[in-house]
Structures are given as structure tokens and as C-alpha cells.
Nanobody, 122 residues
């Protein structure tokens, strides 16, 4: 059973940093793209940042220059270094990974973490 487990959310003052991380566990062949999304109650989940297996990064315009997405050496972990946090960054942050179950799997399967709350106080 593949799972994504997040940690590192919490409460921080505006301008401060936070660094949630996520690890994929269970039996699988490899992870492809990993990403962070966030969701405010009553709104659609939105993309924050993505990183491919080759290390190519992309960011939402609202987080570019403040957030940095990174993968661990084992490629099954991803973290999001968030700096200069603003109250509008308050949301539940979700980890995403496209995971190939076996070496002969043609397609990757989408997995989501359970979400970690990030609250930025003004």
C-alpha cells in the first residue's frame, strides 16, 4: 500500500519560514513528478509547485521567489521551503506524487497525502 505522509505544517507569523515535507512509503518502483498543492475551504485546490524526477521545477506565480520545492536523494521525498509567508498563504497543503507501481507499469498512478495545515498570522 503506497502512502504519502506529510509533516512540518503549523502556525507561523507573517514573514516567517516553514518547511513541510512529504515521504512516499510502501512498495513501488519509482516516483515521477512530485508536487505541492494547497486548498482554502470553499475554494478549489490550486497548484503551488512541481518538480520532475529530473529536477525541473515550476511554481505558481503567487509563490515564485518565496517558495522552493526540493526532492531528497532517494527521490521519494519532497519538501517545500516557504519563506516570507503571508496570511493569504494560509491553507491546507497537500503533497502529490505520480508513482509507477512496477518497472513494467506503463502509466504512473496519482497519490495524495492527507494534507497539513499551514496558518500564517498577521
Amino acid at each position: 500500500q503506497v502512502q504519502l505522509v506529510e509533516s512540518g505544517g503549523g502556525l507561523v507569523q507573517a514573514g516567517g519560514p516553514l518547511r513541510p515535507s512529504c515521504a512516499a512509503s510502501g512498495r513501488f518502483y519509482t516516483t515521477n513528478t512530485m508536487a505541492w498543492y494547497r486548498q482554502i475551504p470553499g475554494k478549489q485546490r490550486e497548484l503551488v509547485a512541481t518538480i520532475t524526477s529530473g529536477g525541473t521545477r515550476n511554481y505558481a506565480d503567487t509563490t515564485k521567489g518565496r517558495f522552493t520545492i526540493s526532492r531528497g536523494n532517494a527521490k521519494n521525498t519532497v519538501s517545500l521551503e516557504m519563506n516570507s509567508l503571508k496570511p493569504e498563504d494560509t491553507a491546507v497543503y497537500y503533497c502529490y506524487a505520480a508513482i509507477r507501481p512496477t518497472g513494467w507499469s506503463v502509466r504512473a498512478t496519482d497519490y495524495w497525502g492527507q494534507g497539513t495545515q499551514v496558518t500564517v498570522s498577521s
